[in-house]
């Protein structure tokens, strides 16, 4: 059973702007919900990650924005570059360490 | 470090064959996991295993076996493969279970059952 859904699906986005990726999942055991990044033919790597009481994390241009009460995260990606363009899987964390992912949201950021 | 890398690559197998995929990791990781991505179902555990000689069902073990028999491997086999097991193969590893742990992917290893 799915217990993180994400949306969307994909998105395309201009050089410079922002992509927005949404996350929500439905377990409240949940302790950790990290955000992990794939380009084509390799394997995913982490990201940026955010525990559940902080409501913002920022990195450089990624930031993660997380709403308990609504189980809800969201992955902002700001100035959006092409070098940006990759499948991006939102996951959630059990206290025993495991993860369910996303389905995963592909971004192609064109020039 | 070479991390985590997987053997083969690429494999091609007709209904009813077998073969082993091989994960490596030189990272000293006590935790391994094996997923498969399908389009649109994001990644989906396999196995998992806390330690050598350990090894645990994940969401999708059915027509999947591992083993663990030394700390740096961590081997999935497929007895008889079928279609529904064309997909991509991913191993991972960690250092330990904790919530926040960070887990560290292979390459994969693309799988086509005819």
């Known amino acids: 059973q799915q217990q993180v859904k994400q949306s969307p699906q994909s998105l395309i986005v201009q050089k410079g702007g922002i992509s927005i990726i949404n996350c929500a999942y439905e377990?409240?055991?949940?302790?950790?919900f990290p955000w992990y990044q794939q380009f084509p033919g390799k394997g995913p790597a982490l990201l940026i990650a955010i525990r559940p009481d902080v409501s913002e994390k920022k990195e450089g241009r990624f930031t993660i924005s997380f709403n308990k009460s609504a189980k809800q995260f969201s992955l902002h990606i700001m100035d959006s570059q092409p070098g940006d363009s990759a499948t991006y899987f939102c996951?959630?964390?059990?206290?025993?360490?495991?993860?369910?992912f996303g389905a995963g949201t592909q971004v192609v950021v064109t020039p | 470090n070479a991390g985590v890398t997987q053997t083969p690559k690429f494999r091609v197998l007709k209904t009813g064959q077998s073969m082993t995929l091989l994960c490596a990791q030189d990272?000293?990781?006590?935790?391994m996991y094996w997923y498969r991505q399908d389009p649109g179902m994001g990644l989906r555990l396999i196995h998992y295993?806390?330690?050598?000689?350990?090894?645990a069902k994940g969401e999708v073990p059915d027509g999947y076996n591992v083993s663990r028999l030394k700390k740096q491997n961590f081997l999935l086999g497929l007895e008889s493969a079928a279609p529904s097991q064309t997909s991509v193969y991913f191993c991972?590893?960690?250092?330990?279970?904790?919530?926040?742990?960070?887990?560290?992917f292979g390459p994969g290893t693309r799988l086509t059952v005819l």
């Open positions: 377990n409240t055991a949940f302790d950790y």
């Open positions: 996951a959630v964390t059990d206290s025993w360490g495991k993860f369910q």
């Open positions: 295993s806390v330690g050598e000689g350990t090894t």
């Open positions: 990272m000293n990781h006590e935790y």
């Open positions: 991972a590893s960690s250092y330990s279970r904790a919530f926040d742990n960070e887990q560290f």
